[in-house]
């Protein structure tokens, strides 16, 4: 018995340290790959990187540190780290196969910041969400909705669809369709729009806006009005001209037609009439 407690006292103060100098590795290893990834951070913040470059390098750089703290933790265990990274470049292939959806993601990254179709800041539509580019991660891009929401997106379903950058460029052109009756003065109606036009501020005089009949549908005339903008006025112009035109069509006494139905009645033969007027209501 006391030669199997001898035995267990040696085996824990040989193996003992060595579990607990690797468990030191592994702590002040994560608060030195933490720190590091904090002073490239701040080293590319003064070079004036683009945010989206600072955020995928920072986290390349943590996770390549965290794998040499974790190789230097085996090697203190005693497990010989030479083999293990021919056992991990052996197995490298079938790990690669089974997660080529992740290699894609972060093929798919690294081609994003080598080319640069947005920048963080930016609103872009693509995978079938929209949103404001928060950053690039190492396998996932981070979006957030106009209703502060955060979305997800795999790199590689981002880049293989189309994507839409609707900040890229300084100014937008706002379109507007407003429909009339056949029965209001057109000349009036347009004199209406451009003054309302005229009179907005934030609307650029160059390009020209345009004014003109789109359609002669159904029911209605319709009128394309089209406006440049400075890319962040756009949707507060477009909420204020639909308004500004609603009220002003109102007091000039401009119809705006909506979708109706008449029925006529034909008299005939005794009560058929009354029985068909009985049916259309």
């Given at each position: ?7 267990l ?7 003992g ?23 490239v ?31 230097a ?66 396998f ?76 002669l ?17 756009y ?47």
């Amino acid at each position: 018995m006391e030669n199997i407690v001898g035995k267990l006292s040696e085996w824990f103060a040989f193996y003992g340290l060595k579990v607990v100098a690797a468990v030191l590795i592994l702590m002040v290893g994560r608060w030195a790959a933490g720190t590091v990834k904090k002073v490239v951070n701040k080293i590319m913040t003064k070079r004036n990187l683009d945010p989206i470059i600072k955020s995928f390098v920072g986290h390349l750089v943590y996770i390549a540190l965290i794998a040499f703290v974790i190789l230097a933790a085996l090697g203190q265990l005693g497990i010989q780290t030479t083999s293990f990274i021919a056992v991990i470049g052996a197995a490298g292939l079938a790990i690669g196969l089974a997660l080529q959806g992740s290699l894609a993601n972060f093929a798919a990254g690294f081609l994003m910041i080598l080319f640069r179709p947005f920048k963080a800041g930016d609103f872009i539509e693509g995978a079938g969400v929209a949103g404001t580019v928060e950053e690039i991660q190492v396998f996932n891009t981070l979006l957030k909705t106009p209703d502060n929401k955060r979305i997800i997106v795999p790199n590689a379903k981002l880049t293989g669809d189309n994507i839409i950058n609707y900040s890229s460029k300084e100014t937008r052109r706002v379109d507007f369709v407003f429909g009339v009756g056949y029965d209001d003065d057109l000349q009036n109606v347009k004199r209406v729009l451009s003054e309302l036009v005229g009179a907005d501020q934030r609307i650029l005089t160059d390009p020209a806006p345009t004014i003109g009949v789109m359609e002669l549908a159904d029911s209605s005339v319709n009128l394309a009005v089209r406006v440049w903008v400075n890319a962040s006025d756009y949707w507060n112009v477009f909420f204020d001209m639909m308004e500004k035109v609603k009220i002003r069509f109102d007091s000039e006494g401009i119809s705006i037609p909506y979708p109706q139905q008449d029925v006529h009645i034909h008299n005939g033969a005794a009560g058929v009439g009354t029985e068909a007027y009985t049916k259309a209501i």
